[in-house]
Nanobody
Framework: QVQLVESGGGLVQPGGSLRLSCTVS???????MAWYRQAAGKQRELVAR???????NYVDSVKGRFTISRDNVKGAVYLQMDSLKPEDRAAYYC????????WGQGTQVTVSS
């Protein structure tokens, strides 16, 4: 059973930055990885995806502001979030893509002045 541990969330002012980290108990070699988020009262959505070749895709609302990266040796995936907006407020989760693993506990991001 793969275990996912997300960290790095917190409270930040609009325009601020956060860097989320995700550690995976198993290997991520050969696996597409992604970050998802779920705002209160809304469905979980895909935010960013990174292929095994490190190609990336983003939901339109975060393009130019978020950057996904991976470290296969460490079994880690990262999400650099810049120019944060109040609408980015959500619990953020990482997983494989498409998601087949059990979700981790997530990390909460709150953007507020």
């Amino acid at each position: 059973q793969v275990q996912l541990v997300e960290s790095g969330g917190g409270l930040v002012q609009p325009g601020g930055s956060l860097r989320l980290s995700c550690t995976v108990s198993g290997t991520i070699f050969g696996i597409y990885m992604a970050w998802y988020r779920q705002a209160a009262g809304k469905q979980r959505e895909l935010v960013a995806r990174i292929t095994t070749g490190r190609s990336t895709n983003y939901v339109d609302s975060v393009k130019g502001r978020f950057t996904i990266s991976r470290d296969n040796v460490k079994g880690a995936v990262y999400l650099q979030m810049d120019s944060l907006k109040p609408e980015d407020r959500a619990a953020y989760y990482c997983s494989d893509y498409p998601s087949t693993w059990s979700w981790g506990q997530g990390t909460q991001v709150t953007v507020s002045s």
